[in-house]
């Protein structure tokens, strides 16, 4: 894989130090079990290209409750028509020290088209987005949510923000912002009777893209910071 010509860095206290256009490489040997569970979780491949940089915060909220930090690597797939997502989630503490690292990768996105298929997802109290439970008819398994485990029926999903850095070429490779506001839910499952056990997450977001607004979500792997990724 080539190197890229330039890398542009961000003045930020992020928890990994690699500039936009770096690279990542990524530990094959965690994405071994996945297939024999029919995990639609694709290993992206050996050496990923820094595209973007995230920085989330909940709306309201400051505390490091919800203080991630995103990696948007290079996608080497497609889904309908679009380069597959793939990024780096890290969550910080107060002292900006990891406190866990997964992967996600997009592996669904509808387009909800009326207040009908709005409701599916966002009804106040049976949408899908915020339920105790989330099971997705391409993963064989449940997921339950990661937070207010307690409540027996749907909660409001979370408000974030994301401020986003990518590079601008027409520019002259300047970094270029954005702001991302979206509603949020995230699940968790561990897959027992493996060694080691899967720890997997699922992240289920609307999200304005340009013109559009659609449901993604990502299916999420745990990584260990120190050992299954490496920055170049």
């Not at 190197?3 to 530990?27: E, M």
């Not at 569970?37 to 915060?57: C, D, Q, S, V, W």
């Not at 309908?80 to 992967?103: A, H, M, P, T, W």
């Not at 027409?170 to 270029?176: A, E, K, P, Q, V």
């Amino acid at each position: 894989m080539a190197r890229p010509k330039k890398a542009i860095s961000t003045d930020l206290h992020r928890p990994l130090i690699i500039p936009i256009g770096g690279v990542i490489s990524l530990n094959k040997k965690k994405f071994l079990g996945l297939k024999e569970k029919k995990i639609p979780l694709k290993y992206p491949g050996k050496e990923n290209t820094l595209k973007a940089y995230g920085h989330m915060h909940r709306f309201g909220d400051n505390s490091n409750l919800f203080n991630q930090h995103r990696y948007y690597l290079h996608g080497d797939a497609c889904l309908n028509g679009r380069f597959e997502e793939s990024f780096l989630q890290i969550s910080v503490d107060d002292k900006n020290q990891i406190k866990d690292c997964y992967l996600y990768r997009i592996f669904d996105e509808v387009f909800p088209y009326c207040d009908h298929e709005w409701d599916v997802w966002l009804d106040t109290d049976h949408g899908l987005l915020g339920a105790q439970d989330y099971s997705h008819e391409n993963i064989n398994i449940s997921f339950q949510r990661c937070w207010e485990q307690e409540a027996s029926k749907r909660v409001i999903p979370w408000f974030y923000e994301e401020f986003q850095w990518t590079k601008d070429e027409s520019i002259g490779n300047t970094l270029r912002s954005h702001m991302i506001a979206s509603q949020c839910m995230f699940y968790h499952h561990v897959l027992d009777g493996l060694s080691p056990k899967i720890d997997l997450a699922l992240f289920v977001a609307v999200e304005e893209h340009f013109q559009d607004t659609s449901v993604k979500s990502y299916l999420g792997l745990k990584l260990d910071h120190n050992k299954d990724l490496k920055c170049l």
